[in-house]
């Protein structure tokens, strides 16, 4: 079954991939499968969100949509162009961070943009444009081996920023970052999604992703697993535990239980599943004259669908652990992605494809 955006159009989205498949072989022979079938819907325009455990196939996708490596199998469009045929036609209006940036330390940042300016054919005004954009304006001038590590992702940010692309694909842009530069990181990500950009950025964090993206898709040993819109994924769980205060929660717990509800202690409080509407708790209750003195919803986030969707889907995990109900996707297990790492390439170029090794799966 093939899982796509409800209600998107190809003309609606920046990336789309169909079956996308990749598959690597050690040096013993050995096969395993990195991306397995993966169809993957990027709509234009915000930020999206693709996530799935470490060693579940985002950066071995991300290199296929890049042309750094061929995949086996499936196709994939970018802008409206098949790639990898027509990537010559599509790669300037794509901006990329898939690998450890480099800059020039010894020089200032300002200074670093303006060499890379000059190198890819863009104008020396959009330095000063990019600065602004990412926040550096006031520290342009500094060296670059003073920026703290936010600070130098920041940069990374407005050099993929200079020939101003319409899409922009950041892999695991806050890897190793504290929680300023990770609050840096995510409003700039936001700011990015709001002037009409297409961002997709991959990360196995939740907590980054849930406070920008409009739109994600999570993937599991290199399968689609799900994905739409955030609220369309949060509002279809099931389930809705209902947190509970009263005075005597033990007879509360009896009442409840005898209404069919499942109940769990929190102490003194209840946690209350199985029912739809939080209002019939307070009727049962006061009817067996227990009064509430708290009463609230708890709706699951993104963490948690996430953790319950990929569950066992990590590297080293038993294949074939059911999906969620409310999962769609291709229920079939594929081998664990557990492909070799490459070895260490050669500094990236956030503005064309870097030379790469085909590897695994970072």
Do not use: C, W
């Amino acid at each position: 079954m093939t899982t796509t955006l409800d209600g998107a159009s190809p003309g609606d989205l920046a990336i789309v991939t169909r079956g996308l498949r990749k598959t690597y072989r050690s040096v013993t022979g050995r096969r395993s499968v990195a991306v397995q079938g993966l169809d993957l819907d990027v709509p234009l325009g915000g930020v999206h969100g693709f996530l799935g455990p470490n060693g579940s196939g985002k950066t071995t996708s991300i290199r296929m949509l890049l042309g750094l490596i061929h995949a086996d199998a499936g196709t994939m469009n970018v802008l409206g162009h098949e790639i990898p045929r027509q990537l010559p036609a599509v790669i300037k209006r794509v901006g990329a961070i898939v690998e450890q940036p480099k800059f020039f330390p010894t020089i200032s940042a300002r200074r670093n943009l303006e060499i890379l300016a000059k190198g890819i054919g863009a104008p020396e005004r959009a330095v000063a444009q990019v600065l602004e954009d990412v926040g550096l304006t006031d520290r342009g001038k500094d060296l670059f081996k003073t920026y703290s590590l936010g600070m130098k992702q920041r940069l990374a940010i407005a050099a993929t920023l200079l020939k101003d692309p319409d899409l922009l694909i950041f892999d695991e842009p806050t890897n190793g970052l504290d929680p300023a530069g990770i609050h840096e990181i995510r409003e700039t990500m936001r700011s990015l999604g709001a002037s009409g950009k297409t961002v997709l950025v991959s990360s196995h964090i939740l907590s980054e992703v849930e406070h920008v993206a409009d739109t994600v898709t999570i993937i599991g040993r290199g399968r689609t697993l799900a994905q739409g819109r955030v609220k369309d994924l949060l509002d279809a769980q099931a389930t809705t535990t209902v947190r509970v205060g009263v005075a005597d929660p033990d007879g509360a717990e009896r009442v409840l239980r005898e209404g069919g509800m499942t109940v769990v202690r929190d102490g003194a409080l209840l946690n209350v599943t199985g029912v739809d509407d939080p209002a019939e708790i307070t009727r049962r209750l006061a009817h067996h004259e227990h009064y509430v003195s708290e009463l609230v919803a708890q709706r699951a986030g993104l963490e948690a669908f996430f953790l319950e969707l990929t569950a066992g889907e990590g590297p080293g995990t038993a294949a074939g652990v059911p999906l969620p109900s409310h999962a769609a996707g291709h229920h079939a297990a594929s081998p664990t992605d557990g492909a070799p790492q490459p070895p260490q390439g050669p500094p990236a170029n956030p503005y064309g494809r870097p030379t790469s090794t085909e590897g695994g799966e970072a």
